[in-house]
C-alpha cells in the first residue's frame, strides 16, 4: 500500500493566514500494530525534520514492495505554530508566544478522560482490555473539542497518537550526544531503540513531573492499570523522547544513519518486513532520571567549558568556569562549576552566556541524587 498524505486544518492564527499538519499514512486506517513518530514538536529542533525526510524515502521504497504491516504514522513537522515564531531573524519554538507556555509540558491526562467509559467493560483478557481502552481513547478524543490553537494543535496530534503501540518524538538537547527518556517499565524492552540509534544514555521516570508528550501517552496505562487493579492492563504504549544529540546536529550523514536505525526499529518490531541485521552493541546502561544532575550557574558570566561532551567526570570535579565581564580585577572574574555527581556528560550549553539558574550540563549518574524530586525536566 503506497503513502496516503493528509493535511489537517488548525486554526488560523489571524486573517489571510493558514495551518495545518501534514499526516503521513502507510496500512490500513486502525490496523494494529501502531507505529507513530513526530519531529519538532519544539519548532526549533531541526535534527528531527530532516530524520524523517530521510525516513519517509525509506518507508516509501517499503511501501512500495508490499513490505509494511500494520499502521505506520508519521509526522514530519510536529509545530506549525512554533515554526512560524521568528523575532528578528530568530527562530522561538520552544515555547507559544501566545502564552501556552512549553509546547512539550502540561500535556492532558488520558486516563482521566476514559475512566468511566472503560470501566465497566474490562475483563481477565489483557488484549481485550488493550483493544478496549484504545477504542474509547479515540472515542473520547473524537468528542473533545478545542477553541485555541495550541489546545487544538495538541488535540489533533493526540487523535494521532493515542492508540499506538509506538511512539518516536524526535527532539534535541542544546549541545549532547544522543540519549532516549522513556518509563521504567519499558527496559529492558527498548533496547533495540537504544542499540539502534547508538544512544550514549537512558533515562528512565514513571512521572519526570512535566506532563511532556511521550508520558501523555505511555502513562496512561500504568493509571489505569491502578485504577483497576483486577483488570490485566499491560504498558501497551511504548512512548520514547528521542533526543538526537544537539540544535547544530544537522547533516544529510546523520539524518540518514538515524532514520536507517528507526527504519531497523520499525523491522525488528514487525512494522516492516525484511532482515533488520544483527543488533548493535549497547552503548550505555538505563538510569533514572532522578540521577542525572542538572548543573545550574549560580550567577551570571561566560561559560567556559573545561571538559568536553562525553567526559566521564568525578564529583566535585571542576566541568566549566563562569567569567564575569563586569569584573573590575580579572584575578576573581572567575567562579568555578563542579560536577554534582559521578558520571557522563551528556550536554552543555550552546549560548555561552548565561544567567542565574540556568542549566549549563547535565551528569548522567548512577545514584538517584537528593534534590532531583518532582519536575525533572528543563523548562
Not at 489571510?16 to 513518530?37: C, N, S, W
Not at 509494511?68 to 522561538?92: C, D, H, K, R, T
Not at 494543535?153 to 527518556?181: G, K, N, Q, V, W
Amino acid at each position: 500500500m503506497t503513502r496516503q498524505t493528509q493535511r489537517i486544518s488548525l486554526p488560523s492564527p489571524s486573517a489571510g493566514t493558514d495551518r495545518y499538519l501534514l499526516v503521513h499514512r502507510y496500512g490500513a486506517a486502525e490496523a494494529q500494530p501502531k507505529a507513530y513518530i513526530q519531529a519538532s514538536l519544539h519548532a526549533d529542533e531541526t535534527p528531527g525534520m530532516l530524520v524523517a525526510h530521510h525516513l519517509l524515502r525509506k518507508l516509501d521504497a517499503a511501501a512500495a514492495q508490499g513490505a509494511v504491516s500494520g499502521q505506520i504514522v508519521v509526522v514530519p513537522y510536529a509545530n506549525p505554530i512554533g515554526l512560524s515564531q521568528s523575532v528578528n531573524g530568530y527562530q522561538l519554538g520552544r515555547y507559544d508566544l501566545a502564552g501556552g507556555g512549553n509546547f512539550n509540558r502540561s500535556w492532558p491526562d488520558l486516563a482521566s478522560l476514559i475512566g468511566e467509559r472503560v470501566s465497566g467493560h474490562l475483563g481477565e483478557d489483557a488484549a481485550v482490555n488493550i483493544a478496549a481502552i484504545r477504542a474509547a481513547l479515540r472515542e473520547s478524543l473524537a468528542e473533545t473539542r478545542a477553541a485555541k490553537a495550541l489546545d487544538q494543535l495538541r488535540l489533533t496530534l493526540a487523535r494521532e497518537a493515542c492508540d499506538a503501540d509506538l511512539i518516536l518524538d524526535l527532539h534535541c538537547d542544546d549541545e549532547a550526544l544522543s540519549h532516549l527518556f522513556l518509563l521504567p517499565q519499558h527496559w529492558p524492552e527498548a533496547q533495540d531503540l537504544a542499540a539502534e540509534l547508538g544512544s550514549r544514555a537512558v533515562m528512565l521516570a514513571e512521572d519526570s513531573g512535566g506532563a511532556s508528550f511521550d508520558e501523555a501517552f505511555s502513562g496512561p496505562w500504568l493509571k489505569l492499570a491502578r485504577m483497576f487493579p483486577d483488570n490485566p492492563i499491560p504498558p501497551a504504549c511504548l512512548a520514547a523522547t528521542v533526543e538526537l544529540r544537539g540544535f547544530a546536529d544537522v547533516s544529510n550523514a546523520l539524518a540518514e544513519s538515524d532514520a536507517q536505525a528507526i527504519f531497523r526499529v520499525l523491522q525488528r518490531r514487525g512494522f516492516i518486513a525484511g532482515d533488520p541485521g544483527p543488533l548493535p552493541a549497547l552503548q550505555c546502561e538505563a538510569t533514572m532520571l532522578d540521577a542525572t544532575d542538572s548543573v545550574k550557574a549560580a550567577s551570571a558570566g561566560i561559560l567556559v567549558y573545561t571538559v568536553p561532551l562525553g567526559a566521564e567526570v568525578e564529583k566535585g570535579q571542576l566541568i566549566a568556569e563562569l567569567v564575569d565581564p563586569a569584573a573590575e580585577n580579572p584575578a576573581s572574574a572567575r567562579r568555578a562549576i563542579h560536577a554534582g555527581t559521578d558520571g557522563l556528560v551528556l550536554s552543555r550549553r550552546g549560548h555561552k552566556f548565561v544567567t542565574p539558574g540556568q542549566t549549563v550540563a547535565k551528569i548522567v549518574g548512577r545514584e538517584s541524587l537528593p534534590h532531583r524530586t518532582g519536575y525533572l525536566l528543563e523548562d
